[in-house]
C-alpha cells in the first residue's frame, strides 16, 4: 500500500513560483511510474508530469514544459513539482499519484494509477 500526501500548494502571482511536494509513507517509490495530475472545477483530471518507473525517464504535458520540473528524492521517497512562471490556467488541484506501470502509452492516463494524493490546490492570480 502506497500513501501519498500532497503539500505546497497555495495562491501565487501570475509569473510566480511554486514547489509542490508529495511524501510517500510506508514505502520508497522506487518500483513506481509516479506522476502528477491536476483538475479544474469542471475539468477533467489532466496529466502534467512523469518520471518513468524504469530508467527514470521524465514526461511532460506540452502546457506545462519548459516552465515545470519533476524530480524525486534521493531516497524516493518523495517527489517534487517545481513550477515556475506560472499563469492563472495552471490554477486546479494538483494530484500525485503512483503506479506499476511502466509502459509508456499509458502513463498520461489517471485510470493506470493505482494510489492518489488528496491533492493541493494551486491558485494563480493577480
Known amino acids: 500500500q502506497v500513501e501519498l500526501v500532497e503539500s505546497g500548494g497555495g495562491l501565487v502571482q501570475p509569473g510566480g513560483s511554486l514547489r509542490l511536494s508529495c511524501a510517500s509513507s510506508?514505502?520508497?517509490?522506487?518500483?513506481?511510474?509516479v506522476a502528477w495530475f491536476r483538475q479544474a472545477p469542471g475539468k477533467e483530471r489532466e496529466f502534467v508530469a512523469a518520471i518513468r518507473r524504469s530508467g527514470g525517464y521524465l514526461y511532460y504535458a506540452d502546457s506545462v514544459k519548459g516552465r515545470f520540473t519533476v524530480s524525486r528524492d534521493n531516497a524516493k521517497t518523495t517527489l517534487f513539482l517545481q513550477m515556475i512562471g506560472l499563469k492563472p490556467e495552471d490554477s486546479s488541484v494538483y494530484y500525485c499519484?503512483?503506479?506499476?506501470?511502466?509502459?509508456?502509452?499509458?502513463?498520461?492516463?489517471?485510470?493506470?494509477?493505482?494510489?492518489w494524493g488528496h491533492g493541493t490546490r494551486v491558485t494563480v492570480a493577480s
Open positions: 499519484a503512483a503506479s506499476g506501470t511502466n509502459i509508456l502509452s499509458t502513463i498520461r492516463t489517471p485510470s493506470s494509477y493505482a494510489y
Open positions: 510506508g514505502r520508497t517509490l522506487n518500483g513506481y511510474t
